[in-house]
Structures are given as structure tokens and as C-alpha cells.
């Protein structure tokens, strides 16, 4: 009897394949053999939609055979559909789950934008493995800050997404400030902030903001910026020496706030405007 051909490829070179194909691409390449099964089984990247109690079931069950296996979870990408909140208790024990098994990249994600879910952002925040934070549709507020005493800071943390979040500058601060090491910051339509600071941020060389109140930026490091907004004055850069790339839209742009983009010194090197008035065009220096 041959040996089946599927079989000749190790556990490792399997999840590195399984890892390129979306989850549910790689849970049907379970049927090929029963290596390819064992692979999928601990396979380090798991992603989830939950629409129903039928999915609902289906993440508790394999969350908790990851628990109990101890089987190192890499990334962790969960979508939610569902309108009532008796489901965060789950999402919570979810959370600790893939905590405790090593996550090192998070994606939480309401499709309906809702801010209802109090994530536990300070658990994240003083994990040792996580290097990409990315949140969407969640609350920050939940958290008193008179009750914090302490933050632990993290050292692996270089991606920081928050799109549709409810937080203020007090609650971002203190994420920055325990984030020291992230390099790129994603800030997008997110509610209770009536402006940003961004000071003496050191390492952030990626920055992208859609939001349309005051945003103060100092990032001597910062190289690829992208602004949205409605008007560019609510936009100020106090230190752009080594910014290369620049990208503004949806806004009105004046001749003078124009004038001052394209000539703004040192490295600037890719200049892209797009709003109403002008559409959209590219400035590269040669």
C-alpha cells in the first residue's frame, strides 16, 4: 500500500502552509490525511464569526480544547455579530484563554461598530507576547481611572489599532504610556475624544488618524503619516524631520495649507491629497 503523499510533510511545514490560507481554507484541508488533521487540530491561528449560539458553541469548544491542550495560540482573530451582551462573559473567558496560551496578535472586531463591549484592555496591555493589538467596536471608559494604581508596561507591543472605540485622552495616555515600544498607531472615528496629544512619542514611525477634532502631533521618529479630517488647520505637527510620507483626505484644503505641505522640509519624500476640491493626486520628489 503507497504512502499517502500528504502524509510526507511534518506538523511544522503544514501550519506554515495552513497559516497563508484564511481559517476556513485551512480547516478544510483537515480531510487530506490525519497529519494534516493533527496540524489543524493546534493550528497557532484561529479566526472566528460569531453570528449565532451554534458558532457561540463552536468557539467555546475549541478555545477550551486549546486551554486544556496548553496549545500555543500565535493569532487570534474574532469577529462579532451578535446584538445581546450575555455574550461577553464568553468573550472574557475567551480573552484569558488566549492570553494564557501566548497570543501575540489580537484582532476584536464589532461589525456593527457598537462601543457596548468593556474590553479588558489593561490585560493586554501588560502581556509579554502580544506585538499587534488591533480593536474595533469596543469601550475603554468601563475602567475607573481613579481605581488604577499601577499599569504594567509593555515591551513586545508594535501595532496599536483602535477604530470606533470609546476612550478619552486620559485612557490613551495611559495606553501610550504603557506602550512605549509601538511603532505604529492607528487612531479611527473614535468617540469621548475632544482631542489628541500625541507627545514625545519616540518610536512611532507609522501614524494614521481619522478623526475630526485637534490633533497635536510630536513623533521625532514618525516617517509615514495619513490624516483624515474635515478641515487640515485642526491638524499640528510640531516635529516632522524624518517624515517621508504624507497623506491627507477628505478635507478642505486651502491654497496656503497646500502651499505649506508641499513645502515642508527634510525628508519629505511621497505627498498624496484627496478631498472634493482637488480629487486626488500623488507629489513624489525625486
Known amino acids: 500500500m503507497g504512502t499517502n503523499s500528504a502524509d510526507m510533510l511534518s506538523v511544522?511545514?503544514?501550519h506554515k502552509i495552513l497559516c497563508y490560507l484564511s481559517y476556513g481554507e485551512a480547516a478544510r484541508m483537515r480531510i487530506l490525511s490525519k497529519t494534516w488533521l493533527q496540524a489543524w487540530l493546534d493550528l497557532p491561528n484561529l479566526e472566528f464569526e460569531v453570528t449565532s449560539g451554534m458558532s457561540i458553541t463552536i468557539v467555546d469548544e475549541i478555545t477550551n480544547r486549546y486551554r486544556d491542550g496548553n496549545i500555543p495560540i500565535d493569532k487570534f482573530e474574532f469577529h462579532n455579530y451578535t446584538k445581546p451582551d450575555h455574550i461577553y462573559p464568553l468573550i472574557d473567558r475567551w480573552l484569558?484563554?488566549?492570553?494564557?496560551?501566548?497570543?501575540?496578535?489580537l484582532v476584536y472586531r464589532d461589525v456593527r461598530y457598537s462601543t457596548s463591549y468593556p474590553f479588558?484592555?489593561?490585560k493586554f496591555v501588560g502581556s509579554n507576547f502580544l506585538r499587534e493589538l488591533i480593536l474595533t467596536g469596543c469601550d475603554l471608559m468601563h475602567i475607573s481611572l481613579s481605581s488604577i494604581s499601577y499599569v504594567a508596561?509593555?515591551?513586545?507591543?508594535?501595532?496599536?489599532s483602535l477604530s470606533c472605540v470609546r476612550l478619552d485622552m486620559n485612557m490613551l495616555q495611559i495606553?501610550?504610556?504603557?506602550c512605549p515600544f509601538v511603532v505604529d498607531l492607528v487612531i479611527e472615528h473614535c468617540t469621548g475624544l475632544k482631542s489628541i496629544e500625541l507627545l514625545n512619542l519616540c518610536n512611532i514611525r507609522s501614524l494614521t488618524i481619522r478623526?475630526?477634532?485637534p490633533v497635536t502631533i510630536q513623533a521625532p521618529a514618525l516617517e509615514h503619516l495619513t490624516y483624515s479630517s474635515y478641515c487640515l488647520k485642526?491638524?499640528?505637527?510640531i516635529d516632522y524631520e524624518n517624515l517621508k510620507s504624507l497623506e491627507i483626505?477628505?478635507?478642505?484644503?486651502?491654497y496656503r495649507s497646500l502651499n505649506n505641505l508641499i513645502s515642508i522640509p527634510y525628508c519629505l519624500e511621497r505627498l498624496i491629497l484627496a478631498n472634493n476640491t482637488v480629487s486626488k493626486f500623488n507629489v513624489c520628489r525625486s
Not at 484569558?96 to 496578535?105: A, E, F, K, M, Y
Not at 508596561?153 to 496599536?160: G, Y
Not at 483626505?249 to 486651502?254: A, D, G, T
Open 249 to 254: 483626505s477628505y478635507m478642505e484644503v486651502s
Open 153 to 160: 508596561k509593555s515591551h513586545s507591543l508594535r501595532k496599536l
Open 234 to 237: 485642526q491638524l499640528h505637527i
Open 175 to 178: 495606553l501610550l504610556n504603557s
Open 120 to 122: 479588558p484592555i489593561l
Open 96 to 105: 484569558d484563554i488566549v492570553l494564557q496560551n501566548g497570543v501575540r496578535h
Open 12 to 14: 511544522c511545514l503544514i
Open 211 to 213: 478623526i475630526h477634532q
